[in-house]
């Protein structure tokens, strides 16, 4: 079943100073229960289309379509998991969970009972009464995750949410959350500007050229293995053709 669908979407910045075209028709589509990854130079407006997807801002032209409705027409809810976790200090891990909810008017006992099943089932039940800083990076971003899942979305919106972690911190918190965002049968659009990080999570990559930016290509991800990992996919034969492949079609048009 088709969730998301993008239809030549075209967007400019205006400024006094003049126009900045960013995004250059735009199509692409989202199956339900698949995780998609976007590639592409700095700056090419990557984060752009996330910004498009959740509504904090509109196209020019183009559609954008969630179940067959217009973007202003659906009421499926959407969660955005941004780089830094933003989680407040003088809440509880709990607490901060909880907190979407709260916004939303949603705090129902089913879904206060969701986010304690969620913090259970992923580890952080021990660390409800603690604050933020008590936490390694690792685990406020899976508590961030947690957050965004308790107001059961249904596409998820992920704008390098492991970028200020370290590299091998980065490499376990991947293969956690994209094995949460599996289990949990989330719809998930990852920007990244990890190559590896893409192919190991990702079912598709969806490569952009630089601003404004195009589709250079969309690469179906499919590994031999019975039960894929973000880690264990990193270890498969198929990994490195892959990697390769859309190395070699970012960089290939640096002239453009």
Same mark, same amino acid.
């Given at each position: 079943m088709e969730l998301l669908k993008l239809e030549h979407v075209f967007l400019s910045y205006h400024t006094p100073g003049g126009e900045t075209p960013v995004l250059n028709d735009i199509s692409f589509s989202l199956e339900q229960g698949t995780f998609t990854a976007i590639v592409g130079p700095s700056g090419c407006g990557k984060s752009t289309i996330l910004n498009l997807i959740s509504g904090l801002i509109r196209p020019e032209s183009g559609q954008i379509f969630i179940e067959g409705k217009s973007l202003e027409e659906s009421g499926l809810n959407i969660g955005y998991m941004l780089q830094k976790d933003h989680l407040f200090e003088w809440r509880t891990v709990r607490s901060n969970v909880l907190l979407g909810l709260e916004i939303q008017h949603k705090t129902a006992p089913e879904n206060l009972a969701r986010a304690d099943r969620l913090?259970?089932?992923?580890?952080?039940?021990?660390?409800?009464?603690?604050?933020?800083?008590?936490?390694?990076?690792?685990?406020?971003? *899976?508590? %961030?995750? #947690? @957050?965004?899942?308790?107001?059961?979305?249904?596409?998820?919106?992920?704008?390098? &949410?492991?970028?200020?972690?370290?590299?091998?911190?980065?490499?376990?918190?991947?293969?956690?959350?994209?094995?949460?965002?599996?289990?949990?049968?989330?719809?998930?659009?990852?920007?990244?500007?990890?190559?590896?990080e893409a192919v190991s999570m990702a079912d598709?990559?969806?490569?952009?050229?630089? *601003?404004? %930016?195009? #589709? @250079?290509?969309?690469?179906?991800?499919?590994?031999?293995?019975?039960?894929?990992? &973000?880690?264990?996919?990193?270890?498969?034969?198929e990994f490195k053709q892959y990697f390769n492949l859309i190395w070699k079609e970012l960089n290939s048009h640096e002239g453009d």
């Open positions: 913090l259970e089932a992923y580890g952080l039940a021990p660390f409800r009464n603690a604050r933020p800083s008590q936490l390694s990076g690792g685990m406020r971003q *899976r508590a %961030a995750l #947690i @957050r965004t899942l308790a107001l059961d979305p249904a596409l998820l919106l992920l704008d390098e &949410p492991f970028s200020a972690l370290d590299y091998q911190t980065r490499l376990n918190v991947a293969d956690d959350i994209g094995q949460i965002i599996r289990r949990e049968k989330k719809t998930a659009l990852l920007v990244t500007h990890d190559i590896s598709q990559v969806i490569i952009l050229s630089r *601003r404004p %930016a195009r #589709i @250079r290509r969309s690469v179906p991800i499919v590994f031999s293995m019975s039960d894929r990992t &973000p880690m264990a996919s990193r270890e498969a034969p």
